[in-house]
Nanobody, 128 residues
Framework: QVQLVESGGGLVQAGGSLRLSCAAS????????LGWFRQAPGKERELVAA????????VYADSVKDRFTIPRDNAKNTVYLEMNSLKPEDTAVYYC?????????????????????WGQGTQVTVSS
């Protein structure tokens, strides 16, 4: 089993930056796809960014391209979400996810239903 714990959320003004961290435990996730989803009140959970096990493939929601990045550090069993130029519409609970498919290092799922492991979430609030 994989346990995921997010940290780094908080309150920030529009235009500011935050870095979320997600530490995995239970097993090494170097061959897992890792992702970040978010859910705002009254809205569906949506993909923010995902990265393949190899790190060679990344996907981003159109709304965060050029503002967010998703680096991973396999030595620390950790994935990050670096968020810049934050907007009030980025306000949401952010969830870390993990999943793997066989021995594939290129698997990069985009749907919430494709991920089996989830963190508890961390709140990000962007004030205008």
């Amino acid at each position: 089993q994989v346990q995921l714990v997010e940290s780094g959320g908080g309150l920030v003004q529009a235009g500011g930056s935050l870095r979320l961290s997600c530490a995995a435990s239970g097993r090494t996730v170097s061959n897992y796809a890792l992702g970040w989803f978010r859910q705002a009140p009254g809205k569906e959970r949506e993909l923010v960014a995902a990265i393949s096990g190899s790190g060679s493939t990344t996907v981003y929601a159109d709304s965060v391209k050029d503002r967010f990045t998703i680096p991973r550090d396999n030595a620390k069993n950790t994935v990050y979400l670096e968020m810049n130029s934050l907007k009030p519409e980025d306000t949401a609970v952010y969830y870390c996810t993990a999943e793997r498919r066989g021995g594939s290092y290129s698997y990069t799922p985009r749907l919430a239903a494709q991920y089996g492991y989830w963190g508890q979430g961390t709140q990000v609030t962007v004030s205008s």
